[in-house]
């Protein structure tokens, strides 16, 4: 089992930075591969990005590239989303989630735990 709490959401202007962090308790945190979703409302939930257990590989939905970095800190049991150039499309509840096999991470089904979500919110 493990529980994921995310945090560090809030309002932003257009063109701002925000650092989510996704906190992990719970076992072998480090074996689990770690991905972002986010959902506006009205829209179903979308993948953001995502890292393997060992950092090495991550990957990024196209819409984010080159402004939204993942990393992980296993010694802290941590996964962070910095968000540079942020837009008012990228206005949405963040969600951080769990996986083991590295594949099909932007499909929600292939992840096992959830957080409950942080908000972000873009002003033009």
């Not at 409302?41 to 819409?63: M, Q």
Request: proline share 2%; aromatic share 16%.
């Amino acid at each position: 089992q493990v529980q994921l709490v995310e945090s560090g959401g809030g309002l932003v202007q257009a063109g701002g930075s925000l650092k989510l962090s996704c906190a992990a308790s719970g076992r072998a945190f480090a074996s689990y591969a770690m991905g972002w979703f986010r959902q506006a409302p009205g829209k179903e939930r979308e993948f953001v990005a995502a890292i393997s257990w060992s950092g090495v590989n991550t990957a990024y939905a196209d819409s984010v590239k080159g402004r939204f970095t993942i990393s992980r800190d296993n010694a802290k049991n941590a996964v962070y989303l910095v968000m540079n150039s942020l837009k008012p499309e990228d206005t949405a509840v963040y969600y951080c989630g769990a996986f083991t096999a590295w594949q099909n991470y932007y499909r929600d089904y292939t992840y096992n735990y959830w957080g409950q979500g942080t908000q972000v919110t873009v002003s033009s």
